[in-house]
């Protein structure tokens, strides 16, 4: 049969015939069979087939037809219930909600951090979050896309807990190891010895029973160093003719050391790279010391300011565009209703067919209305959105029948820094500098380190053995007994005795001195070695002189935004009060007859492009001075937000100070020759005050108009009139 369910080509089956001369009958019948076979095969097809079993039952249960499957794990997670519990979400066409959430900037600030188990951002979040972090020019990290690169606050515990580059990884290889292990056999074999001799010298079967039981405790010290002390027993009991006695039980007690002369030795070389140095199958250094893991944590805690400090920054960045948002929307109704109650005067001259209600002038005036009531539906939807962002910012429910509205008002006031004491507060208070330094004090130990690989390995070591043999472990004479014999006066016997009070004796000590030395004729590993880690601190000090470079560019940008859009502010209050004017003196006109509609129409919407502009020009303010406190390293202090560990169990502290008065009560042992140079700072300053620099800007009184053609801008509640008590008195003249 054809592997290929029977298939066989017609020329192939042909070929199956003999080709030397047969009777005619019997050509014709083969020639019908070959006809036949082949038509079969043809009609059967070319699929394959599965074989023919007598025994099958046809119970396929334990097959299976697929390697992977689309599976949900079994997890006990409860969903959240701010996610779980969302309500219906507010759109043009369900704008009904039960209250308004009157909520000021700390308010929302505070609510973000307590929420904060997972450090959010806008980027990537929605599609209309895209693009780079306007602060960082980063790019977006969604937290369904990328979870492991957003930040959380178990990241520092992690890092210092991790147990093969934490703090504690790291000091546990120093701690005292204490190892026991026990092993007992027993043996029964026939001897191969001639019958003869069997019983008047060796006996036929030799049975014994062996054991050792080993307990020791073995300490790393600083230096590389390692000292140890160890207690052996053995039981060695057997049927020999020869002994002694039938069992001997043999102790001792090992003290060891092995310390390091050149490579490998030092508390500095120890506390950088930890005493497990070389990988012994790769053989590449793998430095894991007390103080890179120190390091480590500092660049976690690093990462995790970043982290805090963009979660306030995004929340701050929400807050206002949500500002905005509302005042458009009010600026964009007042448009409408005065778009509306124009084409009404134009429709209702158009019914009288009276002059002024020309057809032309009625479309374009319901133009102009349906235009802004675009602009309204618009900037509602705006409202939703931005609402919708900040409590995703705030870590609340993207529902829940209340309507944020801010209830802070955005600063008029200027605002000036000095730019020497934002510059050194930029290039100091950085956490993005602060972690790439500490990236470089990584590097510097670890050259240190590997320059240690340079020398030759000389070790020196040895060991001191005090001995104890006898008949039983406890118990009888103390050492052996001396029993003088004719051809031995020294003779000594071990019945009846016991190993320990002979280990006590001191009459058996034994001990081993050694020296081992190793180096490799070239160091051709060891150069490279040191190369490798002198390139890696030259490239990442040239990155550090990049970022500073960087953080100083950013800053100019921002210092460039906080007097630009106060000056655009300014301007932009003046538009918005001649814009409000006009509309006044052409209604007049117009209601006189004196102008045609379409300036009034034009009067309107310029009204209303002057309100969003001069709203959208104090929020962008009051963000330029956010993101001059972002660059500057001082967001956190400007909001009010300080870094603090959370407390520990009350045993943790009770310990703690229980060690501190020991080492109070403890005899002070100046080590300083040999330990390592300093290489932190120590911890940063959170206020004000900081690193030569001080932060708290300097509030100015409003520039005079006589030589600054341009008044304090007003303030104005979200969704309100203008204050008219801040307008200035005149008008400023028209440009020459």
């Known amino acids: 049969m054809s592997p290929f369910g029977g298939c066989i080509p017609l020329g192939a089956a042909a070929a199956f015939v003999p080709a030397r001369w047969k009777p005619p009958v019997l050509r014709s019948a083969r020639k019908i069979w070959v ?23 046809g119970d396929l249960s334990h097959y299976v037809g697929a390697i992977q499957k689309i599976e949900y794990p079994d997890t006990q997670q409860q969903p959240l219930d701010e996610a779980a ?41 929605f599609a209309s979050f895209g693009g780079p972090r306007p602060q960082t020019g980063e790019p977006p990290v969604s937290l369904l896309t990328s979870p492991a690169l957003t930040p959380s606050i178990y990241d520092p515990a992690i890092a210092e807990t991790d147990p093969f580059r934490g703090v504690e990884s790291a000091l546990a290889a120093f701690d005292a190891q204490l190892s026991m292990s026990s092993t007992w056999q027993n043996s029964n074999r026939p001897q191969n010895v001639d019958p003869l001799f069997q019983t008047l010298i060796f006996v036929p079967v030799l049975r014994t029973n062996q054991g050792v039981t080993t307990t020791g405790i073995q300490k790393t010290t600083a230096t590389g160093g390692q000292f140890g002390v160890s207690n052996t027993t053995q039981l ?18 090992d003290f060891t050391f092995n310390q390091p002369l050149l490579q490998g030795a030092g508390v500095t070389y120890n506390r950088i790279a930890g005493p497990d140095t070389f990988n012994n199958l790769l053989g ?51 448009g409408r209703d005065s778009a509306l109650e124009a084409w009404r005067k134009v429709h209702a001259l158009y019914v009288e067919q009276s002059r002024g209600g020309e057809a032309d002038k009625e479309a374009q005036a319901r133009e102009q209305y349906f235009f802004f009531r675009s602009e309204v539906e618009q900037a509602l939807t705006d409202v939703y959105r931005c609402e919708n962002r900040l409590r995703y910012m705030m870590g609340i429910s993207a529902s829940d029948g209340r309507l944020i509205r801010p209830s802070d008002e955005p600063t008029t006031a200027r605002l000036a820094f000095d730019w020497q004491q934002s510059l050194v507060e930029a290039l100091s208070r950085s956490a993005e ?3 790439q330094k500490w990236i470089i004090k990584q590097r510097e130990l670890e050259l240190t380190a590997a320059k240690n690989l340079l020398l030759p390995r000389l070790d020196v070591g040895g060991r001191y053995r005090f001995l104890g043999v006898g008949e039983n472990l406890f118990g009888g004479p103390g050492y052996p007994l001396r ?68 953080a100083s560019h950013a800053l100019v940008e921002a210092v460039r935004n906080v007097d630009t859009n ?5 301007t932009n209050f003046n538009r918005r009060v001649a814009a409000e004017r006009q509309v006044e003196a052409v209604q007049a006109a117009y209601d006189a007859g004196t102008v045609t509609l379409d300036q009034l129409l034009d009067a309107q919407r310029r009204r209303a492009e002057a309100e969003s502009s001069y709203a959208r020009a104090i929020v962008d303010y009051n963000r330029s001075i956010s993101q001059l406190h972002f660059r500057k390293g001082s967001l956190l202090e400007y909001n009010g ?57 300097m509030q100015l009184p409003p520039r005079d108009p006589a030589t600054r053609d341009e008044p304090t801008p007003a303030p104005a509640q979200p969704g309100g009139s203008p204050d008219r008590s801040a307008e200035p008195p005149e008008l400023l003249p028209p440009p020459s």
């Open 35 to 57: 006809v036949m076979t082949s038509v079969a095969l043809v009609a059967s097809g070319c699929a394959p087939r599965q074989p023919f079993y007598f025994f099958e039952d």
């Open 85 to 125: 519990g969302t309500q219906e979400p507010l759109t043009l066409s369900n704008a009904k909600f039960d209250q308004i959430w009157e909520l000021s900037l700390e308010e929302a600030i505070r609510t973000a951090l307590e929420n904060g188990k997972v450090l959010r951002n806008l980027g990537g979040r």
């Open 236 to 253: 060695d009991a057997t049927n020999n003719l020869f002994r002694d006695v039938p069992s001997i039980w043999t102790t001792s007690y």
């Open 284 to 334: 590449r250094p793998n430095f894991r010391g007390v103080l890179l893991a120190r390091i480590n944590a500092d660049i976690s805690l690093a990462d995790f300011e970043v982290g805090v400090r963009n979660l306030v920054s995004d929340t701050e960045q929400s807050y206002w565009e949500l500002y905005f948002s509302y005042r458009n929307l009010e600026a964009r109704k007042a």
């Open 433 to 435: 500098l602060r972690r």
């Open 483 to 550: 029993t003088p014999t004719a051809l031995n006066p020294n003779a000594v016997s071990l019945q009846p005795t016991n190993a320990y009070s002979t280990l006590m004796s001191g009459q058996f000590q034994e001990w081993q001195a050694q020296a081992q030395f190793l180096m490799p004729l070239g160091f051709r590993r060891e150069l490279s070695t040191v190369r490798n880690f002198q390139l890696q601190l030259a490239r990442e000090r040239a990155r550090l002189q990049d970022e500073e470079l960087e």
């Open 566 to 570: 106060f000056a655009l502010s300014q």
């Open 641 to 697: 937000v300080f870094l603090a560990e959370g407390p520990w169990p009350g045993k943790a502290y009770f310990d703690a100070h229980r060690r501190a008065r020991q080492r109070d009560a403890s005899l002070y042992l100046d080590y300083g020759h040999s330990r390592p140079a300093v290489f932190s700072r120590g911890a940063i300053t959170q206020n004000f005050e900081s690193i030569g620099a001080d932060a708290r800007p």
